[in-house]
């Protein structure tokens, strides 16, 4: 009985070391530095694409949110300042405008944002110089810009700003899963870093927006922004 016990205690001795020695045991690097992130472009060019399918909405619109609810983008077309959007009232398809070239775009809604820079303001919104906000910026093919003139609030900022209703078509947006990328039109857009990058990559043309700060990356003959724009995260 006791030679027994003996056996039973030595392979139950055993299997406790086998299993201690399998374990692997794992300690963090004090020392690690995680590599930067890619830049905006190089994000969009590297990055494999995920099926448009589940974010269009059939009519050549391409919309998402990110996952955080900060910023709404569609890969979808302008003509002339009239930029084709499910969620926001425009007049794309109004007949007076079917004379103005097509254009594919991306745009992007911010619920908090930074204020766009004086040297960034593209319009004198009708020769006021007032009323050029941020919170959204558009692509085109060969430009990217940050703010627009407006009165009010978008309704991304609606929605999911400060004080924001949380319902309506743009919180009905599929997610975009951080470090995933879209293509519509020849344009791409990828959510990474906190924000949302979009861009053509071809021209090396796009931009980079989050609720801190904002990018705009221009082609060869231009240079890019020198550094993000550092801003307060309310209008």
Same mark, same amino acid.
Request: with cysteine.
């Given at each position: 009985? %006791?030679?027994?016990?003996?056996?039973?205690?030595?392979?139950?001795?055993?299997?406790?070391?086998?299993?201690?020695?399998?374990?692997?045991?794992?300690?963090?690097?004090?020392?690690?530095?995680?590599?930067?992130?890619?830049?905006?472009?190089?994000?969009?060019? *590297?990055?494999? !694409? $995920?099926?448009?399918?589940?974010?269009?909405?059939?009519?050549?619109?391409?919309?998402?949110?990110?996952? =955080?609810?900060?910023?709404?983008?569609? !890969?979808?077309?302008?003509?002339?300042?009239?930029?084709?959007?499910?969620? /926001? *009232?425009?007049?794309?398809?109004?007949?007076?405008?079917?004379?103005?070239?097509?254009?594919?775009?991306?745009?992007?809604?911010?619920?908090?944002?930074?204020?766009?820079?004086?040297? =960034?303001?593209?319009?004198?919104?009708?020769?006021?110089?007032?009323?050029?906000?941020?919170? $959204?910026?558009? !692509?085109?093919? =060969?430009?990217?810009?940050?703010?627009?003139?407006?009165?009010?609030?978008? *309704?991304?900022?609606?929605?999911? %700003?400060?004080?924001?209703?949380?319902?309506? =078509?743009?919180?009905?947006? *599929?997610?975009?899963?951080?470090?995933?990328?879209?293509?519509?039109?020849?344009?791409?857009?990828?959510?990474?870093?906190?924000?949302?990058?979009?861009?053509?990559?071809?021209?090396?043309?796009?931009?980079?927006?989050?609720?801190?700060?904002?990018?705009?990356?221009?082609?060869?003959? /231009?240079?890019?922004?020198?550094?993000?724009?550092?801003?307060?995260?309310?209008?």
């Amino acid at each position: 009985m %006791g030679r027994m016990r003996r056996t039973v205690l030595g392979i139950f001795a055993a299997l406790i070391l086998a299993a201690a020695t399998a374990c692997t045991i794992t300690t963090q690097d004090p020392g690690y530095v995680p590599p930067p992130p890619l830049r905006p472009l190089e994000q969009l060019e *590297q990055t494999p !694409l $995920v099926d448009a399918k589940g974010f269009s909405n059939g009519e050549g619109v391409v919309s998402f949110i990110t996952a =955080d609810r900060t910023v709404a983008c569609s !890969l979808t077309a302008a003509r002339g300042e009239h930029v084709n959007l499910p969620y /926001e *009232q425009n007049n794309f398809s109004d007949s007076a405008n079917n004379k103005l070239a097509t254009v594919p775009v991306a745009h992007c809604e911010l619920a908090r944002y930074p204020k766009p820079k004086a040297e =960034d303001a593209k319009d004198d919104c009708a020769g006021t110089n007032l009323g050029y906000l941020g919170g $959204v910026a558009l !692509l085109t093919p =060969d430009s990217a810009r940050y703010g627009e003139c407006r009165s009010g609030v978008t *309704q991304m900022e609606a929605t999911y %700003g400060p004080g924001g209703s949380k319902t309506g =078509d743009i919180s009905e947006l *599929q997610v975009l899963g951080e470090g995933q990328n879209l293509e519509g039109n020849g344009l791409r857009c990828s959510a990474y870093n906190g924000g949302v990058a979009c861009g053509n990559v071809s021209a090396g043309v796009g931009f980079f927006v989050s609720p801190e700060h904002y990018e705009l990356i221009f082609g060869p003959a /231009e240079s890019a922004s020198p550094a993000p724009v550092e801003g307060s995260k309310t209008p």
